[in-house]
């Protein structure tokens, strides 16, 4: 077959001309916004905060709030503890510098609430075994305000002082060692990634050009995102923990988009195309493809912004941010790069190095492919295209095979229980952490487990008596004490504290939130503390969940239909993306609540995972399914609009995308894995988990499922009714850019309103590669 040289103007339709009217104009200016969002990003993690896992709206949210305002000593959020070197902390030498510390704590400007063992003689606040006991204060102001006291004061009391050791510990230093930690693995993540992900774009592209391009989207789109999020910390609260999916979507989507752009493109030339006229076709094919896998990603992120918890919502506010600007510059500065690039974007090819000179695997692009259409020549991605010829010809065997394997990896999760966050997110040489650990294994009671009854209104004497009598006698609480009151009088409100049994957040303590919070009184009761808030958590959390999911699968469903003009295709999409993560979700339970590979991974397991984080980890991995989910089937699509011909449209939309979208989930898998290697645990999950989650949808649903589904749907997987036909054939989108095909009622055969010169010629071909692929599985 003749190959024509393309020329002319550029084909397309506006925003193709807009993109491509001025390159170096584009290019430039894209350098100076860079240049300006890495000015208004800087500093960005030092304001934002490590909580956020609490509903802002609920009981025990507004309990505390009161308890911080009216009784500060109630809610200490620092503690010192205070290690005798010899002798006991009875001793008066302990003793006599212990008081000068608690009386130095409470002369420091925004500390309050001062309490210690050497004040109150309780022996809550004394190890067993007596050579250790505790001082506890409270750190005035919000999370940001907080944490620049405790950065403040910490060096003048952590340490050696005269005969005593002081470590510090409670609940803002957690939080704020956690979050130094969570910036300090960020750097050591992006580090790992971004060298390992260059090599790996080396191997796919070959050429170190060509490699460089999706790295420099990625970075823009991370840079960017950070200036996004430094002007939202502005308004609201922003979690730490977000930056991390920034760098992870931000390499990783931003690399999908490129790998997909700068793939088609290098095809337009090696068809023969010149470089205006292949990035028009690039921008109206695989463009639109970005443009709809975008859209896809970006919806199931936003379902996170149903929740109350600033947690959730924040990774909600990086990822689509950092969703959209890796599109918009995959759409944008990409297309000027190559344009100005042209048949450069093949050059310094470092695989020559290790092929013999002159090979057809080492010619270049156009050489190959002229190569791989002679007789006898080796089609790119044949080994796609066998793997679909042989999992369709097996299609039942596949279908159900593939599933109940994945079914039987998801069912840890059904045995999943949920916690909050705590120290133990910490490695264990955190110093909070070692100070909470002390606190656990060497003093009595149960550190941060008891639940505080906030009452309000007022009551007399033999009231507060009564009702802290029944509730005493409720099944599961060892012990109660209070009323404390405010001493504002009439009407001032108290506090009592509930000691119940078993851990602070088991399932006696949660259950004793409900029946405190059910037990009459004459007085207005609010119930706080850990159980309290993973009760309220887990229902903030339970009755959102229905709209979230409503709002990924409704925006799923729209977004696959306006793409294919299937009805059948986007009910596929949400069934098999889903099935993609059940190896994900089991691997979480089997891994970090039940404690396999603890020791091997380097994390603490408590039995309980953290509330929010399912939630998030289905968010994100859901959307980066569809993300490969829309490459693949797009080209599929485009394919069977053009031949009409299903079974050769699956093969060829696996022969052209199979090995395109592997190698893109080895890069983004790579890229989660060393968001993995944080020493904090959620971080470790998110990443770990989301990386397992990529690699199965990629090898296993793409690769097997999808087109074994689609063999025994057959062409019925394209049908449609009149109304939503019609529907489509005006709003739908296609990728080839061509009028949309109106498909022929299963069981018919299709009769094209026309045959283009370049169908004509490529059906033989099309014929002759679907021959060798079948021959090729049967021997």
């Not at 297309?335 to 050059?347: D, F, K, Q, S």
């Not at 893109?664 to 898998?669: E, G, Q, R, S």
Request: net charge negative; with cysteine.
């Amino acid at each position: 077959m003749a190959e024509v040289k393309k020329s002319g103007p550029a084909p397309g339709g506006g925003w193709t001309r807009f993109v491509t009217a001025r390159p170096r104009l584009s290019l430039l200016v894209a350098l100076v916004i860079t240049a300006l969002a890495v000015l208004a990003g800087g500093g960005v993690a030092d304001r934002m905060g490590s909580g956020g896992f609490e509903d802002p709206d609920a009981e025990s949210t507004y309990a505390t709030q009161v308890l911080e305002r009216e009784f500060p000593a109630s809610q200490p959020n620092l503690l010192l503890l205070v290690s005798a070197r010899q002798g006991g902390v009875d001793t008066p030498a302990v003793a006599a510098e212990a008081r000068r510390l608690a009386e130095r704590l409470d002369a420091e400007q925004g500390v309050g609430g001062i309490g210690s063992y050497w004040g109150t003689g309780s022996p809550a606040l004394r190890s067993e075994d007596g050579r250790q006991a505790v001082i506890v204060a409270r750190v005035e102001g919000d999370e940001k305000a907080a944490g620049e006291i405790l950065e403040r004061i910490a060096p003048d009391f952590r340490g050696a002082h005269g005969p005593v050791d002081v470590s510090i510990g409670g609940r803002l230093a957690v939080q704020h060692e956690m979050q130094s930690t969570v910036e300090e693995d960020l750097l050591r993540a992006e580090l790992i990634a971004l060298p390992v992900t260059l090599v790996l774009l080396v191997m796919v592209f070959g050429s170190a050009v060509a490699a460089m391009l999706p790295l420099g989207i990625g970075i823009v789109a991370i840079l960017g995102t950070n200036a996004v999020l430094r002007g939202l910390t502005e308004l609201t609260d922003v979690s730490v923990f977000a930056q991390n999916l920034t760098t992870a979507l931000g390499l990783g989507l931003a690399i999908d988009y490129a790998l997909f752009v700068v793939r088609r493109f290098r095809e337009e030339l090696a068809r023969g195309a010149d470089t205006r006229t292949a990035v028009a076709t690039t921008l109206r094919t695989a463009g639109r493809t970005v443009l709809f896998s975008a859209l896809t990603v970006a919806a199931s992120l936003s379902a996170m912004l149903v929740f109350p918890q600033y947690f959730l919502r924040s990774f909600a506010y990086a990822g689509i941010a950092v969703v959209l600007l890796a599109a918009a510059a995959a759409l944008t500065l990409l297309p000027a790069a190559l344009l100005l690039l042209g048949e450069r974007v093949n050059a310094l090819d470092l695989r020559r190095l290790f092929r013999r000179r002159g090979s057809a695997a080492g010619a270049r692009p156009e050489e190959a492919g002229a190569a791989a259409a002679r007789p006898g020549g080796r089609e790119p991605g044949a080994g796609w295209a066998r793997t679909a010829t042989l999992v369709m010809r097996r299609a039942p065997v596949f279908a159900v095979v593939t599933t109940a394997g994945l079914v039987l990896l998801g069912l840890p999760f059904l045995g999943a229980e949920f916690g909050t966050v705590d120290d133990r997110q910490l490695p264990t040489t955190a110093e909070s952490r070692v100070v909470q650990d002390e606190l656990r294994d060497g003093f009595p009671g149960s550190p941060g487990g008891g639940l505080t009854v906030l009452a309000e209104g007022g009551a007399t004497p033999a009231e507060y008596a009564g009702y802290r009598e029944r509730i005493a006698a409720l099944d599961g609480i060892v012990r109660v004490d209070g009323p404390v009151a405010s001493g504002g009088g009439a009407g001032a409100p108290a506090y009592f504290t509930v000691i119940p049994e078993g851990e602070g957040v088991g399932e006696t303590a949660q259950r004793v939130v409900g029946e405190l919070r059910s037990q009459p009184a004459p007085f207005d009761t609010s119930v706080t503390g850990a159980a309290a808030v993973l009760v309220d958590s887990k229902d903030a959390i339970g009755d959102r969940l229905p709209w979230a999911a409503a709002i990924v699968v409704v925006v799923t469903l729209l977004l696959v239909f306006l793409l294919t003009g299937s009805v059948l295709i986007p009910i596929q999409a949400v069934v098999l993306n889903g099935l993609s993560l059940t190896a994900m979700f089991g691997a979480v339970v089997w891994v970090f609540q039940e404690g396999h590979l603890a020791g091997f991974l380097g994390f603490t397991p408590t039995g309980d995972i953290e509330t929010t984080l399912p939630v998030l980890m289905f968010c994100v991995a859901f959307g980066l399914s569809m993300d490969y989910g829309v490459f693949l089937l797009s080209r599929i699509k485009e394919e069977y609009d053009a031949t009409g011909d299903h079974d050769h449209a699956v093969r060829f939309g696996l022969r052209h995308t199979g090995g395109l979208i592997t190698a893109a989930a080895v890069i983004l898998a790579v890229v989660m894995v060393a968001i993995g290697t944080s020493r904090v645990t959620n971080t470790k999950m998110l990443g770990l988990g989301v990386a397992l989650a990529v690699l199965m949808d990629a090898m296993v649903v793409r690769s097997l499922l999808v087109p074994s589904v689609m063999k025994l749907t057959g062409r019925l997987t394209w049908w449609a009714p009149g109304p939503l036909r019609r529907f489509h054939d005006r709003f739908g989108i296609s990728e080839g850019g061509a009028e949309p095909e109106r498909v022929a009622e299963p069981g018919t055969a299709r009769t094209p309103d026309r045959v283009t010169e370049s169908e004509s010629a490529e059906a033989p071909e099309r014929t002759e590669e679907d021959a060798r692929d079948r021959e090729s599985v049967g021997r």
